[in-house]
């Protein structure tokens, strides 16, 4: 049973912070089938403080200040960059719109190995959260929807899920960090983008004002009612528009459960602040905002279910397997390899209304990821059942089809089957496809949602190598 080292760190609006973990991979294949390996087995063997993200100003992250930090840690564990292989990077809520994210993308990226790199939009960062606090898991348990409420500085990011699979996902504009205090409840910063809200329900809230504790409580009373209403679907999202960032969908589930991760999450652990003192002591509206949330949620016929993990719902790491794939059954395109990062949208065979069922799925990997122009994504086949040549030229013709249509500037449609299909589909494809975009698709690969591959140069004229790097949650 191999082991690897992984570090996952999460830069987020408010707090930034690192945890090691050591991943166990175990073949979970039989012997007389193609390798297959899992992380069979993880333990988190260092935890760094939770330190305030630096910034050089309200727009821009302190890059050095960040990588000293890093370094700083990584002294402290023992451990140089090199000696890291595995891991994964998310830059989360505001501080993804910073306008040096970029920069701070690339310069981890160059020096992370096979790390995952990732700006994460607020709907990956609401799937990412649901993962690690155990809302994805604990819904497998149970036969209702599970919502996970992920409250850091800047946004609140909810993820539905229902056995394990995202159904939905939607963010607002709730935080600790859009209004800062001090201990004498003297406004020094509102964030723009909850000042709509603020006048759409006519509260004055400028910097330099001072407000009390009651009138703090008030406006994040009517700002967790607000959220919770829409949630519930007391509220439709049109009625919200302000206080909402974006959403994967116009109508969101009915939900069953709640859990509530995040920096506001563990703070609704702790005693309720009962002076502007206690309030402010992270100079912001967090504290105040998690009593008010608990309160509010007393009001709702919602099971609320403890998280396993909040403001250190994150990702522990990203694990790493490789597996060579036999070119008797693949299509690829050699000019456009290798492809690093390119995260992964499962979707199961349906032969009801196929054009709408995989436009669902593509629309639902362009809210997720939208930073990569020629490869968007990959999509993965699972559970294919075997379909006939013209079963399967359809399926080719409305991927295609979709694909062209909501993706005309993308020059690659990745797809990874688990079954030996992909040559044939391929082939399939390559005549559906516009003359300037091309096709890679790959077959013997389990891979899930949410998960990022690597697909290296061919070895020879019969195998590529695939690098699927799972996120693994605490």
Not at 113 to 142: N, P, Q, T, W
Not at 284 to 298: F, N
Not at 416 to 441: F, P, S, T, Y
Request: overall charge negative; proline content about 4%; aromatic content about 6%.
């Amino acid at each position: 049973m191999e082991a690897i080292k992984s570090v996952g760190i999460d830069i987020g609006t408010s707090t930034t912070k690192l945890i090691l973990s050591e991943l166990r991979l175990g073949r979970v294949s039989s012997h007389f089938a193609l390798p297959h390996f899992d992380i069979i087995d993880r333990k988190v063997t260092y935890e760094s403080d939770i330190i305030s993200t630096p910034m050089k100003n309200g727009d821009e992250i302190d890059l050095m200040a960040l990588a000293g930090w890093l370094e700083q840690e990584y002294r402290r564990i023992g451990l140089s960059l090199s000696d890291i292989k595995s891991g994964a990077v998310i830059i989360t809520g505001e501080t993804a719109i910073k306008k040096n994210a970029d920069a701070l993308l690339h310069y981890l990226a160059e020096r992370s190995g096979d790390f995952v790199v990732a700006i994460a939009g607020a709907s990956l960062e609401g799937v990412l959260a649901g993962r690690g606090s155990g809302s994805s898991e604990y819904s497998k348990k149970v036969k209702g929807i599970v919502a996970n409420i992920d409250i850091g500085g800047g946004t609140a990011n909810v993820a539905f899920f229902q056995q394990g699979k995202v159904l939905d996902t939607i963010t607002f504009h709730v935080g600790g960090r859009l209004i800062e205090i001090d201990s004498a409840g003297e406004v020094s910063a509102v964030s723009p983008s909850l000042q709509l809200w603020l006048f759409s329900k006519n509260f004055l809230v400028e910097k330099g004002m001072r407000l009390t504790l009651k009138q703090l409580s008030e406006l994040s009373s009517v700002l967790c009612k607000d959220m919770l209403d829409c949630l519930v679907g007391k509220m439709p999202i049109a009625a919200v528009k302000s206080l909402v960032h974006s959403a994967s969908s116009e109508t969101l589930p009915m939900i069953d459960e709640v859990m509530i991760s995040g920096g506001v999450g563990r703070l609704a652990l702790e005693v309720p602040p009962s002076t502007l003192d206690d309030a402010a002591k992270y100079n912001d509206i967090g504290p105040i905002l998690a009593g008010e949330l608990i309160k509010a949620l007393k009001n709702y016929p919602l099971s609320v279910v403890e998280a396993a993990q909040t403001s250190r719902a994150t990702v522990i790491g990203a694990g790493m397997q490789t597996t060579k794939i036999s070119g008797a059954t693949i299509s690829i395109a050699p000019e456009h390899l290798p492809l690093r990062n390119i995260p992964v949208v499962k979707m199961s065979y349906s032969d009801t209304a196929l054009e709408q069922y995989i436009e669902r799925f593509f629309l639902q990997g362009k809210e997720l990821f939208h930073g990569n122009f020629e490869v968007p994504f990959a999509i993965s086949l699972a559970e294919m059942p075997y379909l006939p040549y013209l079963k399967l030229k359809e399926l080719a013709e409305v991927l295609g089809k979709v694909y062209t249509r909501l993706f005309p500037k993308a020059a690659v449609l990745v797809v990874v089957c688990e079954n030996d299909m992909a040559k044939a589909l391929g082939q399939a494809l390559r005549l559906q496809l516009a003359a300037d975009m091309d096709v890679i698709c790959i077959d013997q690969v389990v891979v899930e949602h949410g998960d990022y591959i690597d697909i290296g140069e061919p070895l020879n004229d019969t195998m590529v190598p695939v690098v699927v790097k799972t996120l693994a949650f605490s």
